[in-house]
């Protein structure tokens, strides 16, 4: 089992920057791929960016070239580095296996993105 928490919202004005994190715990964290997932409001959660074990990258065509993805196995910490945001980035954003382990689904954290 894998437990996940998810820091470093908060509210931000187009163009501007964030950096998610998920912490990591439990079962070896560094064997699964790992990816950030955001849902907003009305939308079904979808799959923004994974990152596997080896370190290859994939990125959602809408985030691709404003939002990088990253890992610290040693930390067990999964990164998602935003920027350029958009009004249409605004959802809560969580972190999981890819493909996701439906118990180890965590709060989120909001990121709001407005003037």
């Known amino acids: 089992q894998v437990q996940l928490v998810e820091s470093g919202g908060g509210l931000v004005q187009p163009g501007g920057s964030l950096r998610l994190s998920c912490a990591g715990s439990?079962?070896?964290?560094?064997?699964?791929?790992m990816g950030w997932y955001r849902q907003a409001p009305g939308r079904q959660r979808e799959l923004v960016a994974n990152?596997?074990?080896?370190?290859?990258?994939y990125y959602r065509d809408f985030v691709k070239g404003r939002f990088t993805i990253s890992r610290d196995n040693a930390k067990n910490t999964v990164y998602l580095q935003m920027n350029s945001l958009k009004p249409e980035d605004t959802a809560v954003y969580y972190c999981?296996?890819?493909?996701?382990?439906?118990?180890?689904w965590g709060q989120g954290t909001q990121v709001t993105v407005s003037s």
């Open positions: 999981n296996t890819v493909p996701p382990k439906p118990d180890s």
């Open positions: 439990g079962s070896i964290f560094s064997i699964y791929a």
């Open positions: 990152i596997l074990s080896g370190g290859n990258t």
